[in-house]
């Protein structure tokens, strides 16, 4: 049971990348999915979550207009598409699953108490 992302790396501000989180070992049926990024020195701060049940989305105001969260269950996939990207986006981007759909009033915190996390990719917006 693992969560895998991948899609990071280097680009320039004003580029996109496209982040994956691939399930194995179990199924985002009925679950919440969110990224997180942590830059260097920093707390792990959400970024934008989807519940698989219901489609619903969230996203912080910083990423608004600019990145997508999506999920292919088919594929047991969630991606990120970011776009126009900016130095301060970079960070090591993770994701994170927990079950249920997501909180209105607290989008993140059951993902960051009880959320099973992936490793990890490095995204780095160069200016």
């Known amino acids: 049971v693992q969560l895998v992302e991948s899609g990071g790396g280097l680009v320039q501000a004003g580029g996109s990348l496209r982040l994956s989180c691939a399930a194995s070992?179990?199924?985002?049926?009925?679950?919440?999915v969110g990224w997180f990024l942590q830059a260097p020195g920093k707390e792990r701060e959400g970024v934008s979550c989807?519940?698989?049940?219901?489609?619903?989305?969230y996203y912080v105001d910083s990423v608004k207009g600019r990145f997508t969260i999506s999920i292919d269950s088919a594929k047991n996939t969630v991606y990120l598409q970011m776009n126009n990207l900016k130095p301060e986006d970079t960070a090591v981007y993770f994701c994170?699953?927990?079950?249920?759909?997501?909180?209105?009033?607290?989008?993140?915190?059951?993902?960051?108490?009880?959320?099973?996390w992936g490793q990890g990719t490095q995204v780095t917006v160069s200016s």
């Open positions: 994170a699953t927990v079950g249920g759909t997501i909180s209105t009033m607290r989008p993140f915190e059951d993902l960051l108490k009880f959320g099973f």
């Open positions: 989807i519940s698989e049940s219901d489609g619903n989305t």
């Open positions: 070992g179990f199924s985002f049926a009925d679950y919440t």
